[in-house]
């Protein structure tokens, strides 16, 4: 049985791609690997805890001792690095959290693999070290044109920064160590499970409650969004079929700017909700802009549709309908993820915001 570790697996990206593993590949043993930050939580993944293939280890990625003891007790055949600190926002207040978890428990990882499967009496065949990354580390789009593959790296962000310097360890390793690597890019991803302090499950849990949609400056900031379990499907490509040192971008050509966005999900909730038209588009409220805000992102996905065959499957409408319904359903998932710290962060921030 081959051993797959998950790093992040609790999370909103993590528990998807876990939960496709876990059913797609029974012959696997998938160990989801997190320290359950505020943004992961075990009820994302109910559907697959009792499965004989799964095994949950809570730890952290920034404990050195604690990771190669991990790697030695079970040498593990492959992993899927997701575990990051992953909100703009809170990398502008707490950007040192970002170094220590996205750099630090990245080349703790690659420590841990490289010992293990570099080693001259290493049993393991064809390992591989897959790590997920964002599009944020290109940096800006102006109005037109696509991030490549050969985008020059342009973090501006202290999250992205934390990213970009990741994927640099992790061709770093591959090219001074020879550890069979392989990075995506990926752009916005949305739909279910996902923490409401991201655009869309932060604006769908502010319209559910009637409460002010922040939308930062104009709204005029564009970002191309992906349905998360298209993401997951990239993902299961590329860890079985990408090439062992090259980079692919992942992204759904789905751009939008924010206020369209709002507005398009304002009345897909002002129908589910029975709610007059124009209802919910009387909560925007545009407030102070975020500092060193990206304008545009917009990824250009063929090297990964024309080499590995992958598509997204999903057009934005029905997937934005389909998350809206999830967050729709599933009121008590929503509830505890925002009672306790949550409203004193969040409603904190509108008051300074607004
Ligand atoms: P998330 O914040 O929802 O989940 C992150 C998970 O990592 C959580 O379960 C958390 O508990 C865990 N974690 C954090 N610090 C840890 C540590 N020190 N040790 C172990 N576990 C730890 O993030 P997400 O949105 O699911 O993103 C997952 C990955 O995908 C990240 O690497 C992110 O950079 C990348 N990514 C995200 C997007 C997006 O739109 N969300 C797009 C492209 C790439
Ligand atoms: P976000 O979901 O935080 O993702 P990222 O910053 O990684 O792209 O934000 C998406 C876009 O929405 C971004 O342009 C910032 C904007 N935004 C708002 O306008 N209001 C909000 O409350 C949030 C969280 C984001």
Known sequence: MKKLLITGGAGFIGSHVVRLFVNKYPDYKI????????AGNLENLRDVEEKPNYEFIKGDITDAKFIEELFSIHSFDGVIHLAAESHVDRSIS?????????????????????????????????????HVSTDEVYGSLGETGFFTEDTKYDPHSPYSASKASSDHFVRAYFDTYKLPAVISNCSNNYGSFHFPEKLIPLAIHNIKNKKPIP?????????????????????????????????????????????????LL?????????????????????????????????IDSSKLQKELGWTPSLQFEEGLERTVDWYLANETWLNNVTSGDYKKYYEGQYVKRG
């Open 266 to 298: 304002c009345k897909i909730m002002d129908e589910k909700l029975g709610r007059k038209e124009g209802e919910s588009a009387g909560l925007i409220s545009f407030v102070l802009d975020r500092a060193g805000h990206d304008l545009r992102y917009a």
């Open 94 to 130: 707490n950007p040192l959290e970002f170094v220590i978890t996205n750099v630090v428990g990245t080349v703790n990882l690659l420590n841990a693999a490289r010992h293990i499967w570099l080693a001259p009496n290493s049993t393991i065949k064809n390992p591989r070290f897959y």
């Open 215 to 263: 939308v930062y400056g104009k709204g005029e900031n564009v970002r191309d969004w992906l349905f998360v379990e298209d993401h997951a499907r990239a993902i299961d490509v590329i860890y079985h079929k990408g090439k062992t040192g090259e980079t692919y971008n992942i992204g759904g050509h789905n751009e939008w700017k924010n206020i369209d966005l709002i507005r």
């Open 31 to 38: 160990y989801n690997l997190d320290k359950l930050t505020y």
